[in-house]
């Protein structure tokens, strides 16, 4: 459902390219009218490309053309990046030659003619704003927050230069405070050991946050002796000598290796005790890195309220921690806080702080809508694709589809679920899910190999009514995008025996933990997703009906989507994810449909069709 007007409103496009997860989002009057990533519509995971489908639906929702752009805003600088990668070569010539000769070429050729490439592939002739990396990352934290005010905190990898920064938000400006500089950056070193560990770097963190808990923090103390001088106030230096990201072609080097007793693991190999152990202390010293700067700025700012944003606020256990451990009363994350949502953050950063119009909060509701601001498809796209594809269907009622879904999930079924717009960002959060049982204690390993195709030990998230959600949880705030990790409360855990203590690593995952053990992560831990009935309506009937059959208002939420590939976007997305899995049932607008009573893809004439297969 497209916007009905186009005639009226400040309209800026907000574009983030060319490193990971490229994404565009439309701004009209400061309001965020859409957003996606690229690679939703490519089927390509943190497509790095222009994405020229992602502004071609925005602009489309927003109702909208090219020309009808007032300006758009590039969400980093791009000539200074490249001063900075030019330097940073020329201080470790002729070390880096092999980087450097990959690198400049795709510059030269592209990365410094934004302006060109917009004008071409957009057709915009428009002003073009360019934003510093840090200040899209604020503006994304603050602009949409619920706060007339508060401080802001933004860490990731690195942007130009700036790898963590941290400045007050107030009304319609934000103001940079202080900074970090590359290459001393907290996201770069959770992404070595990410490396380390055979994850694939800007993909693999949340592996590595997963794998945490079957460790031990073995390492913590070489962490912060040998690669990390960490002081009180957060800031810190990195030991370049075990480093080869400022002008290699891999994360670590051989000082590395040796620290940690070895080669980094293979991709795909078996995962030893080290690995579990590295993962640990890693996550440990972030956590720490991450309470320590927010007490410092706390100090500094005198602020009650905390935004964040960049890459490593993805990390939920250490917002977790921030939010119970440290000093703000109030906590807001962007929840496409990587690369993404700086095309969000750009955008606002243009509208508010650059053409100085004023910004209305009113302290409780953020104007993020909740995330879900992609694709919608109605009942009559479902039904043309089904028809076309020949899929065996039924026709739910409104009424019916939440008291049908929830009898399937309480009958241990596992629902593909599709219905209204996407979301933007890395969480499915009712749009785009695969729903379970969290009261089977089979459920977490049959959802990773069956069905996600995934490494067994990673945890599933849970759903819960808002209302509900300190009854299972040591969680007492909404939790609306799933970035926040607390403890499964002490009445509702399972008593563990003295021979199940014994057990180290991966063999802790089959152990019975709690009421919900499909969604209690090995340390008791659960990432959870709060549901308000005022906010997905249709997704918080089916847990309540869920809750009224069984007396449990959780239930398993993760991505609608495999290994490897991005969140599904369309209907052929969600039916071909449907079709390649062990999903019971995909639920998809009104429409229900059954594995049982489907022909094999193999077997079906349009197989090819569907998958664009040679």
């Given at each position: 459902m497209a916007l009905s007007q186009s005639g009226i409103g400040m309209k800026i496009l907000g574009i983030s390219a060319f490193y990971h997860d490229s994404a565009a989002a439309l701004v009209i009057d400061g309001e965020i009218i859409a957003a996606a990533q690229e690679e939703r519509f490519t089927r390509i995971k943190h497509d790095s490309n222009f994405p020229a489908n992602a502004i071609k639906f925005c602009l489309e929702y927003g109702n909208i053309t090219a020309e009808d752009v007032d300006l758009v805003a590039f969400y980093e600088k791009p000539f200074i990046k490249f001063e900075r990668i030019l330097e940073t070569y020329f201080s470790y010539a002729p070390t880096g030659i092999k980087s450097f000769m990959k690198a400049v070429p795709v510059w030269l050729k592209q990365k410094l003619w934004i302006k060109d490439i917009i004008k071409e592939k957009v057709g915009c002739r428009k002003n073009i704003i360019f934003p510093e990396h840090h200040e899209s990352h604020a503006a994304s934290a603050f602009f949409p927050s619920p706060f007339k005010e508060a401080a802001f905190l933004t860490i990731d990898g690195v942007g130009e230069w700036t790898t963590t920064s941290y400045g007050i938000g107030k009304n319609n400006t934000i103001e940079v405070i202080a900074e970090l500089?590359?290459?001393?950056?907290?996201?770069?070193?959770?992404?070595?050991?990410?490396?380390?560990?055979?994850?694939?770097?800007?993909?693999?963190?949340?592996?590595?946050?997963?794998?945490?808990?079957?460790?031990?923090?073995?390492?913590?103390?070489?962490?912060?002796?040998?690669?990390?001088?960490?002081?009180?106030?957060?800031?810190?230096?990195?030991?370049?000598?075990?480093?080869?990201?400022?002008?290699?072609?891999?994360?670590?080097?051989?000082?590395?290796?040796?620290?940690?007793?070895?080669?980094?693991?293979?991709?795909?190999?078996?995962?030893?005790?080290?690995?579990?152990?590295?993962?640990?202390?890693?996550?440990?010293?972030?956590?720490?890195?991450?309470?320590?700067?927010?007490?410092?700025?706390?100090?500094?700012?005198?602020?009650?309220?905390?935004?964040?944003?960049?890459?490593?606020?993805?990390?939920?256990?250490?917002?977790?921690?921030?939010?119970?451990?440290?000093?703000?009363?109030?906590?807001?994350?962007?929840?496409?806080?990587?690369?993404?949502?700086?095309?969000?953050?750009?955008?606002?950063?243009?509208?508010?702080?650059?053409?100085?119009?004023?910004?209305?909060?009113?302290?409780?509701?953020?104007?993020?809508?909740?995330?879900?601001?992609?694709?919608?498809?109605?009942?009559?796209?479902?039904?043309?694709?089904?028809?076309?594809?020949?899929?065996?269907?039924?026709?739910?009622?409104?009424?019916?589809?939440?008291?049908?879904?929830?009898?399937?999930?309480?009958?241990?079924?596992?629902?593909?679920?599709?219905?209204?717009?996407?979301?933007?960002?890395?969480?499915?959060?009712?749009?785009?899910?695969?729903?379970?049982?969290?009261?089977?204690?089979?459920?977490?390993e049959t959802m990773n190999l069956k069905i996600k195709?995934?490494?067994?030990?990673?945890?599933?998230?849970?759903?819960?009514?808002?209302?509900?959600?300190?009854?299972?949880?040591?969680?007492?705030?909404?939790?609306?995008?799933?970035?926040?990790?607390?403890?499964?409360?002490?009445?509702?855990?399972?008593?563990?025996?003295?021979?199940?203590?014994?057990?180290?690593?991966?063999?802790?995952?089959?152990?019975?933990r709690s009421l919900i053990p499909a969604v209690t992560h090995v340390d008791y831990s659960a990432r959870i997703h709060t549901v308000d009935k005022n906010v997905n309506p249709l997704y918080y009937k089916l847990i309540k009906a869920f809750y009224e059959k069984t007396g449990c208002p959780v239930i398993i939420n993760t991505s609608f989507n495999v290994r490897g590939e991005p969140i599904v976007c369309t209907p052929e997305d969600a039916y071909r994810c449907f079709m390649r899995t062990n999903i019971d049932y995909l639920i998809i607008g009104n429409y229900i449909i059954d594995k049982k009573e489907q022909k094999s893809l193999m077997d079906d004439t349009l197989w090819w069709e569907i998958f664009e297969l040679d």
């Amino acid at each position: 459902m497209a916007l009905s007007q186009s005639g009226i409103g400040m309209k800026i496009l907000g574009i983030s390219a060319f490193y990971h997860d490229s994404a565009a989002a439309l701004v009209i009057d400061g309001e965020i009218i859409a957003a996606a990533q690229e690679e939703r519509f490519t089927r390509i995971k943190h497509d790095s490309n222009f994405p020229a489908n992602a502004i071609k639906f925005c602009l489309e929702y927003g109702n909208i053309t090219a020309e009808d752009v007032d300006l758009v805003a590039f969400y980093e600088k791009p000539f200074i990046k490249f001063e900075r990668i030019l330097e940073t070569y020329f201080s470790y010539a002729p070390t880096g030659i092999k980087s450097f000769m990959k690198a400049v070429p795709v510059w030269l050729k592209q990365k410094l003619w934004i302006k060109d490439i917009i004008k071409e592939k957009v057709g915009c002739r428009k002003n073009i704003i360019f934003p510093e990396h840090h200040e899209s990352h604020a503006a994304s934290a603050f602009f949409p927050s619920p706060f007339k005010e508060a401080a802001f905190l933004t860490i990731d990898g690195v942007g130009e230069w700036t790898t963590t920064s941290y400045g007050i938000g107030k009304n319609n400006t934000i103001e940079v405070i202080a900074e970090l500089k590359y290459p001393h950056s907290l996201g770069l070193l959770y992404s070595a050991f990410t490396h380390f560990a055979g994850f694939k770097v800007n993909s693999g963190e949340y592996k590595l946050m997963g794998l945490a808990p079957y460790g031990q923090p073995r390492y913590v103390d070489k962490i912060l002796s040998e690669l990390m001088d960490l002081k009180e106030d957060g800031s810190f230096k990195l030991d370049m000598r075990y480093f080869n990201y400022c002008a290699g072609l891999t994360m670590t080097n051989k000082n590395f290796d040796q620290l940690f007793g070895g080669q980094p693991r293979s991709p795909e190999s078996e995962l030893t005790q080290r690995d579990m152990d590295i993962a640990r202390s890693i996550q440990d010293v972030t956590e720490e890195a991450m309470l320590r700067m927010s007490r410092h700025v706390y100090k500094e700012t005198g602020q009650k309220n905390l935004c964040m944003a960049g890459g490593v606020a993805l990390n939920c256990v250490g917002n977790g921690r921030v939010h119970r451990e440290g000093p703000f009363q109030n906590i807001w994350i962007q929840p496409a806080a990587g690369d993404s949502g700086a095309a969000i953050g750009a955008a606002l950063f243009t509208y508010y702080q650059y053409l100085g119009n004023p910004r209305r909060a009113d302290g409780e509701n953020d104007s993020q809508k909740s995330s879900y601001l992609g694709p919608e498809f109605k009942n009559s796209q479902i039904k043309d694709f089904l028809d076309k594809r020949n899929v065996i269907y039924k026709v739910l009622d409104d009424e019916d589809i939440p008291v049908v879904a929830a009898n399937l999930i309480a009958d241990e079924k596992v629902i593909g679920w599709f219905q209204g717009r996407m979301e933007f960002g890395p969480r499915a959060l009712g749009g785009r899910s695969i729903i379970g049982d969290a009261r089977s204690p089979i459920m977490q390993e049959t959802m990773n190999l069956k069905i996600k195709f995934r490494e067994s030990y990673r945890p599933f998230a849970p759903s819960v009514l808002r209302e509900k959600v300190s009854d299972f949880f040591e969680l007492d705030v909404d939790s609306p995008y799933m970035l926040l990790v607390a403890p499964v409360k002490e009445d509702i855990r399972r008593k563990i025996t003295a021979e199940e203590k014994e057990l180290f690593g991966i063999d802790k995952l089959n152990v019975v933990r709690s009421l919900i053990p499909a969604v209690t992560h090995v340390d008791y831990s659960a990432r959870i997703h709060t549901v308000d009935k005022n906010v997905n309506p249709l997704y918080y009937k089916l847990i309540k009906a869920f809750y009224e059959k069984t007396g449990c208002p959780v239930i398993i939420n993760t991505s609608f989507n495999v290994r490897g590939e991005p969140i599904v976007c369309t209907p052929e997305d969600a039916y071909r994810c449907f079709m390649r899995t062990n999903i019971d049932y995909l639920i998809i607008g009104n429409y229900i449909i059954d594995k049982k009573e489907q022909k094999s893809l193999m077997d079906d004439t349009l197989w090819w069709e569907i998958f664009e297969l040679d």
